[in-house]
């Protein structure tokens, strides 16, 4: 079922029936699963910029067709001042592009149409929670879900975002389950495909991973009924 909404950028909010809706990385970062409380706060910035720009950037890629160092170009002018500001170059972007786009070559993944930085309200147990998938389409014979990172290293919160996204995204005809993996882009052009979020899938872990993400939406609507915020 598709839920009517609105979608606020700025504060990265969405809305249904005038009401805030928690969403998947939000929930995740309120009870620590996400935990990047001690790195510096520029460091975090500049990361931030860079992972934004990379998304941007291989949009453009996938929709548009450009290759990488043209679709980065068609973002600077919008992010000039924050580039400045944290040292980001065109180099540091790159390498991030190029892995999608050896990724894209290698994987012989297709896009389902309207499923690239595709927003969503979804309803699960009648909870309602946002989110943002990266990319979703066949891979191989799989019907998956993909999330791009540009971190440093792997994260432990991978499997539980990936779970969010699997309960909640609406299933095309005919499939019965969401795959999900990241796409880990490196900065030297080189990529790491990470089944549920891991180094392989396990159905089993996976569906840990879904009771971790459900546990922390009803206590993040548990809060919103009892306290009146989330």
């Not at 540009?150 to 795959?179: D, F, M, N």
């Amino acid at each position: 079922m598709s839920i009517a909404f609105t979608f606020d950028a700025a504060v990265h909010a969405y809305v249904v029936d005038n009401q805030l809706q928690p969403h998947v990385t939000g929930i995740l970062e309120h009870y620590g699963v996400i935990d990047y409380s001690g790195v510096p706060v520029r460091t975090l910035q500049r990361k931030s910029l860079i992972g934004t720009m990379v998304h941007r950037a291989t949009h453009h890629m996938d929709e548009d067709g450009l290759k990488a160092e043209l679709a980065i170009e068609q973002i600077r002018d919008e992010f000039y001042g924050q580039m400045a500001a944290l040292q980001v170059s065109h180099e540091d972007l790159l390498g991030y592009t190029l892995g999608w786009k050896r990724f894209m070559k290698e994987s012989g993944f297709r896009c389902l149409p309207g499923f690239i930085e595709r927003k969503h309200v979804a309803e699960v147990n009648g909870m309602k929670y946002g989110m943002t998938i990266d990319r979703a389409g066949k891979l191989g014979r799989k019907h998956t879900i993909l999330d791009l990172k540009c971190t440093h290293a792997k994260e432990k919160s991978w499997p539980i975002q990936l779970a969010g996204y699997r309960l909640g995204l609406p299933k095309p005809s005919g499939v019965v389950r969401w795959e999900a993996d990241v796409i880990w882009l490196k900065p030297d052009g080189q990529f790491s495909r990470c089944p549920g979020g891991r180094n392989h899938t396990d159905p089993v872990i996976e569906r840990r991973d879904e009771e971790v993400f459900l546990a922390a939406l009803r206590l993040t609507w548990w809060k919103q009924e009892n306290l009146g915020h989330f």
